[in-house]
Antibody, heavy 117, light 106 residues
Framework: EVQLVESGGGVVQPGGSLRLSCAAS????????MTWVRQAPGKGLEWISV???????YYADSVRGRFVISRHDSNNALYLQMNSLRAEDTAVYFC???????????WGQGTLVTVSS | EIVMTQSPATLSVSPGERVTLSCRAS??????LAWYQQRPAQAPRLLIY???NRDNDFPARFSGSGSGTEFTLTISSLQSEDFAVYYC?????????FGQGTKVEV
């Protein structure tokens, strides 16, 4: 059974940093594309980053240059390093397993990041 | 970037009714269109992919159709567990993009 469990969310001041983790089980993160999607309170879904099996990484304009996606194959985990956080980054962050290219077949329960002074 | 537009924003219906949700892409995406269901306080779940292929976890009352720029999600007879927000998403052109969602409520 595929499971994705996010952690690392919390309250951080504007300009601060936070690192999200996603523990995967039931499959290998090294063998599939992995994505982060976020959802601001009461809002819709926003794709923010993907890491491909070859290690290529891509970002939405809203986070490029501030966020870094990575994975640790032996830990079977996905990460999102978030720097220079802004109020508009406040959201639930979902770790997502891709099937094929940019189709999302398994989602974690999400972790809440609140950027506030 | 492709913009996905869903309508209506909110749909007020009763159990047993037939429901039709619409999704429009700003340019042609073939059939690279997915639908997700998100119940309150839960993560989204993949419902439909390839515009019309239903995920095994969902019953046959859910169906998807369309191609190009116009897509539809139909629920033939709404059940209580179907009250949720439904998002469409295109995966034809990078970056992938979601619609703003349609909330199906009582």
């Amino acid at each position: 059974e595929v499971q994705l469990v996010e952690s690392g969310g919390g309250v951080v001041q504007p300009g601060g940093s936070l690192r999200l983790s996603c523990a995967a089980s039931g499959f290998s993160v090294a063998d599939t594309y992995m994505t982060w999607v976020r959802q601001a309170p009461g809002k819709g879904l926003e794709w923010i980053s993907v890491i491909y099996t070859a290690g290529n990484t891509y970002y939405a304009d809203s986070v490029r240059g501030r966020f870094v996606i990575s994975r640790h194959d032996s830990n079977n985990a996905l990460y999102l390093q978030m720097n220079s956080l802004r109020a508009e980054d406040t959201a639930v962050y979902f770790c997502v397993k891709n099937v094929g290219w940019e189709l999302f077949d398994e989602w974690g329960q999400g972790t809440l990041v609140t950027v506030s002074s | 970037e492709i913009v996905m537009t869903q309508s209506p924003a909110t749909l007020s219906v009763s159990p047993g009714e037939r429901v039709t949700l619409s999704c429009r892409a700003s340019q042609s995406i073939g059939t690279d269109l997915a639908w997700y269901q998100q119940r309150p306080a839960q993560a989204p779940r993949l419902l439909i992919y390839g515009a019309s292929n239903r995920d095994n976890d969902f019953p046959a009352r859910f169906s998807g159709s369309g191609s190009g720029t116009e897509f539809t999600l139909t629920i033939s007879s709404l059940q209580s567990e179907d009250f949720a927000v439904y998002y469409c998403q295109q995966y034809n052109v990078w970056p992938p993009a979601f619609g703003q969602g349609t909330k199906v409520e009582v």
